[in-house]
């Protein structure tokens, strides 16, 4: 991947990434967010981009904030506006690195349920969670890591049932035991 003959820029245009803190442009509307990417990198034509960010915003449930400014969203608005973002690039895996840990416990819900719709319309998904239950329900493969190491890799009905690494298990007890 490193090679001296690959493009990463390329290579990084083909995978979404969803950040924890959203990373909006502040300046930008919420339309134009979503637009940015296949404008500036992919060079699409700016009538199809834009009919292509109103019907992601309006698969993420945001269809009526296409003209806000990202200050006048919630988190979880501003959050599914980042996804919508990154779906425009039309990536084949999309990677979410702790995407409900700035939003406040009513938040979590809406960005789970976009990410849930994700994952039923067969989007290949790396997520960074500590929302377990959220994990139980959509996750193929759960790898459980601690201290940057994998520890445990399981499909979640076993992760969750019997883990085999003792640090999963106490994990696992922990979460049982609240």
Do not use: Y
């Not at 509307?29 to 034509?45: C, F, R």
């Amino acid at each position: 991947m490193h090679g001296r003959g690959n493009d990463l820029n390329a290579l990084r245009s083909r995978i979404g990434f969803v950040f924890q803190s959203f990373n909006l442009f502040p300046h930008l509307s919420v339309l134009d967010n979503v637009m940015i990417g296949p404008l500036t990198v992919l060079k699409q034509d700016r009538v199809q981009t834009a009919q292509k960010a109103r019907d992601l915003l309006m698969k993420v449930g945001l269809a009526h904030k296409a003209d806000a400014m990202p200050a006048q969203l919630s988190g979880g608005q501003q959050q599914r506006v980042a996804i919508a973002r990154a779906l425009a690039m039309e990536p084949p895996v999309m990677l979410f690195d702790e995407p409900t840990s700035a939003l406040d416990p009513e938040m979590v819900g809406e960005v789970l349920q976009v990410m849930k719709a994700l994952a039923a319309d067969g989007m290949t998904m790396i997520c960074v969670t500590h929302e377990m239950g959220f994990a139980r329900d959509v996750a193929d493969r759960i790898w459980f890591m601690d201290a940057g190491q994998v520890l445990e890799r399981a499909v979640p009905e076993t992760f969750f049932s019997a883990p085999e690494h003792p640090r999963a298990a106490k994990f696992i007890a922990d979460i049982r035991a609240h």
